[in-house]
């Protein structure tokens, strides 16, 4: 498979799931949670990012454990736009939840939610045991949805700070993934449309795809499970595009 077909079928598999119609971006745009709601979702959100250092860090020793260099220069940008400068995104996080009156020693003793654990479990486990490409892989078709201009984040920055009256400071995380989760996924699935260029690689690279989709869209069920109580999982909206053999049934004696 050229490379340009094998981004063209990663895609497909983002289409099972695409994030803009999962019901917690999709109620915050069309309305349908209360402010104590978002807010509930937000420590949710806050316990999944705090573990970014560390799923950063497994991915950047794999890299250069490796000699993945190409991979490598990609993953340091991502881990120097999130954890640099005067605040991490963990910081920018919290904004949301002090907005909220919930403290950050409040927010770390909060319990995650099911969808949340296994995200995090999921994304800790890709990250520690695979290569840092299949690491990338996992992420880079996520924030490529998240990303841009008109995309999800922006389109909920938006309604948090226009519709719910959340200041721009509390919103601000919104508005760092309307800013930054573009690049981050274009130089991602440029690194996979460089580096996945035989069968090989490109059975680890669709597995990983297919992880990050199933472990973020999982995140995001975890955002509903706490505003909600209930334990429901999004189902996407098309059929799983599964690798199966064919069956072949003996004759019944």
Request: aromatic content about 10%; overall charge negative; some cysteine.
């Amino acid at each position: 498979m050229t490379p340009d077909e094998f981004i063209t079928e990663l895609w497909s598999f983002a289409d099972e799931v695409p994030m803009v119609q999962h019901p917690w971006f999709d109620g915050i745009i069309k309305h349908r949670w209360s402010r104590e709601q978002i807010i509930f979702g937000e420590v949710q959100h806050y316990l999944r990012v705090r573990t970014n250092p560390i799923f950063f860090g497994y991915m950047a020793i794999n890299a250069v454990s490796a000699k993945e260099y190409t991979v490598m220069d990609t993953v340091l940008e991502n881990f120097m736009e999130e954890l640099g400068g005067k605040q991490t995104h963990m910081d920018i996080m919290l904004q949301f939840l002090e907005e909220g009156g919930i403290s950050r020693e409040e927010a770390d003793n909060a319990e995650p939610a099911p969808g949340t654990l296994a995200a995090i479990e999921m994304i800790l486990g890709c990250c520690q045991r695979r290569s840092a490409l299949e690491g990338v892989a996992m992420l880079a078709f996520v924030e490529s949805q998240l990303g841009g201009a008109g995309k999800i984040s922006d389109k909920v920055y938006r309604e948090l700070t226009g519709y719910y009256g959340f200041s721009p400071r509390a919103a601000e995380t919104y508005k760092l993934h309307a800013d930054e989760d573009e690049g981050h996924g274009s130089r991602q699935i440029d690194a996979i449309r460089l580096l996945a260029k035989d069968e090989d690689t490109q059975n680890k690279v669709r597995a990983a795809v297919k992880l990050g989709l199933t472990a973020f869209t999982l995140e995001w069920d975890g955002h509903v499970q706490a505003m909600t109580g209930k334990r429901e999982f999004w189902s996407g909206v098309k059929n799983l595009n599964l690798r199966q053999p064919k069956a072949r049934l003996r004759p019944r004696v």
